[in-house]
């Protein structure tokens, strides 16, 4: 069974610029949460689809949105960056909002913003 | 408002000796506690889980112990392993399910 699959790698923007990040959960999985995870911090909470909706939001101003398709797989995109934006991104995809059934991680997007 | 906290940024532990890593969280409508593993540039692995009803969950090396009255949770890995390197984050889920909310993590050095 595939894990939860994130694209790119690795991703270097400028300043201003705009970056999309692609996840695709585990098959079956409805729910992806994503998570910054800055040089140094813990995991922060971004945003959380289900269902093709957004279910809940963490703190972060408005630039940060994303979606979910039909499919389940969501993006996560970033407007105006700015050099804090610099982060590993993760995703993480669970069945619906059942925590009994564990939520998965994928490797990450490393986004630099320079 | 950090509603889940681990205290101590880092531990160093011996090979074989046990390593306890410790979580406190401040809401009470927690109810789902997970530890993960965490290598950089890599995404976190679950370790194993607690549920509120419970006071202990054994895997393995790994042990989960939690104190609701203390809000208080536990990893213990015996023995250690210099592969057991990494940083372990716990996590608790809200009673109505939904996102995993992080402590700050602790990175364990296990030396030979």
């Known amino acids: 069974e595939a894990g939860v699959t994130q694209s790119p790698t690795h991703l270097i923007k400028t300043r201003g610029q705009q970056a999309t990040l692609r996840c695709s959960p585990i098959?079956?999985?409805?729910?992806v949460y994503w998570y910054q995870q800055a040089l140094g911090l813990g995991l922060q909470f971004l945003l959380w689809y289900d269902e093709g909706e957004e279910r809940n939001r963490g703190n972060f101003p408005p630039r940060f949105s994303g979606r979910q398709f039909p499919n389940y797989s969501s993006e996560l995109n970033v407007n105006a960056l700015e050099l804090e934006d610099s982060a590993l991104y993760l995703c993480?995809?669970?069945?619906?909002?059942?925590?009994?059934?564990?939520?998965?991680f994928g490797s990450g997007t490393r986004l630099t913003v320079v | 408002d950090q509603q889940v906290k681990q205290n101590s940024p880092s531990l160093s532990v011996q090979e074989g000796r046990i390593s306890i890593l410790n979580c406190d969280y401040t809401?009470?409508?927690?109810?789902?506690f997970l530890w993960y593993k965490k290598y950089p540039a890599e995404g976190p692995t679950f370790l194993i889980s607690i549920s509120s009803i419970k006071d202990k969950n054994e895997d393995g090396r790994f042990t989960v112990f939690l104190n609701k009255s203390a809000k208080h949770l536990s990893l213990h890995i015996v023995p250690s392993q210099p592969g057991d390197s990494a940083v372990y984050f716990c996590a608790a889920i809200h009673n109505q399910g939904g996102k995993l909310i992080f402590g700050q993590g602790t990175e364990l050095s296990v030396k030979p």
């Open positions: 809401n009470s409508m927690f109810d789902y």
């Open positions: 098959s079956g999985h409805t729910s």
């Open positions: 993480a995809s669970s069945f619906g909002t059942d925590r009994n059934y564990g939520y998965t």
